[in-house]
C-alpha cells in the first residue's frame, strides 16, 4: 500500500466534505456557520429554533449539515437512542429546507443503526425503512453504516438497498468503535460513503479513503469527526482573553463571545482534514 500511497493525487484521498461536528449548542452552531463550514449536530441535542430555521437556512444558503443519530452513545449508556424523535428531527429539517424553496441534498443524516451489532443495526433499519425511505424521497443523503459481523460488507450493501428499495442511499463507514478494516473496505462498490467519526489523513485514512474508491473512483467520500472536542482548551483561553478585553474596553458588542471565538478558531485552522 505504501508505493500506492507515494504515486496516487492528493486528489485521489482527498474528502469530498469533511464536517466540523459537535456544534450542537446554538453559539458554536452559529460560529460554526460564520465561519462558512460543512457542521456536524446531534440530533437529540437541537432546540426547535435551530431545526426550524438556523440549520435549514444555512443549507438554503450553500452550505452542508450532518445530522448524527447519537447511537455512539450506546455503548456508554446501554440506552437505545429514541429514534422516532430522531427521524423526527431530520424530517423537520428538511421539510424546513424545502419551505426556504430548495431540495435538502446537502443534508446527511444517519440511519437508526447499532454501533457495532450488525444483526441489530439491521433489524432498527427494517423497523424504520418507511421513514427513512421518506427522507431519501425529500433528498436527503441517508447515511446507512454498515456494521461488521457474520455478512459480508459488499453483501450487507446489497441486503441494505433490499430493504430500503434503492440504492439511494450512502454506505457509513465505521472507523473508531468497531472500525472497518482496509481490506474489506477494498471490496465494496458504490456510489458514495461516509466515514463515520474520523478527518485525519494519516496513513490508515488515506489508506481507508483509497480502498473506497478502488471499486469506484468517481465515488464521493465524506467524514465528519468532533472538530471542538480537540480544539475545547484553546477556545475556551480564547473565549476569557476575549471577555477580559471587552470588560478592560467597556465594549458593547451584543455578540457572543464563544460565537466569534469558534468562528475565528476555525479560520484559522485551515489544516484540519487536509491532506
Not at 439511494?168 to 477494498?186: Q, R
Not at 473506497?212 to 468532533?226: S, V
Request: proline share 4%; charged share 20%; with cysteine.
Amino acid at each position: 500500500m505504501t508505493a500506492t500511497l507515494q504515486n496516487d493525487s492528493t486528489a485521489t484521498h482527498a474528502l469530498d466534505l469533511a464536517f466540523r461536528s459537535g456544534m450542537s449548542r446554538s453559539p458554536d452552531l452559529h460560529g460554526a456557520i460564520e465561519a462558512g463550514v460543512p457542521v456536524g449536530v446531534v440530533a437529540g441535542e437541537l432546540m426547535v429554533l435551530q431545526k426550524g430555521i438556523t440549520l435549514p437556512r444555512y443549507l438554503a444558503s450553500g452550505g452542508a449539515v450532518f445530522v448524527d443519530s447519537g447511537a455512539f452513545s450506546e455503548l456508554k449508556t446501554q440506552i437505545e437512542p429514541d429514534f422516532p424523535a430522531v427521524l423526527a428531527t431530520y424530517k423537520r429539517i428538511a421539510e424546513s429546507t424545502l419551505d426556504f424553496g430548495i431540495t435538502p441534498a446537502s443534508l446527511y443524516v444517519v440511519a437508526p443503526d447499532k454501533v457495532g451489532d450488525q444483526w441489530a443495526s439491521i433489524e432498527r433499519l427494517c423497523k424504520y425503512e418507511n421513514e427513512v425511505r421518506e427522507l431519501i424521497a425529500m433528498g436527503v443523503k441517508v447515511i446507512v453504516p454498515i456494521q461488521t459481523g457474520p455478512l459480508a460488507a459488499a453483501d450487507l450493501i446489497d441486503t441494505i438497498a433490499v430493504i430500503l428499495e434503492t440504492r439511494d442511499f450512502t454506505v457509513g463507514i465505521p472507523s473508531n468503535a468497531a472500525a472497518m478494516s482496509v481490506a474489506e473496505c477494498a471490496t465494496l462498490k458504490h456510489h458514495s460513503f461516509h466515514i463515520l467519526g474520523r478527518v485525519q489523513k494519516d496513513p490508515e485514512q488515506i489508506a481507508r479513503i483509497l480502498a473506497l474508491r478502488a471499486q469506484q473512483p468517481d465515488a464521493q467520500i465524506t467524514a465528519d469527526a468532533n472538530w471542538l472536542r480537540s480544539r475545547l482548551a484553546i477556545v475556551s483561553q480564547k473565549c476569557d482573553e476575549l471577555r477580559a478585553h471587552r470588560v478592560r474596553t467597556n465594549s458593547t458588542n451584543l455578540i457572543k463571545v464563544r460565537t466569534v471565538v469558534i468562528a475565528q478558531a476555525i479560520k484559522d485552522d485551515a489544516t484540519w482534514a487536509a491532506a
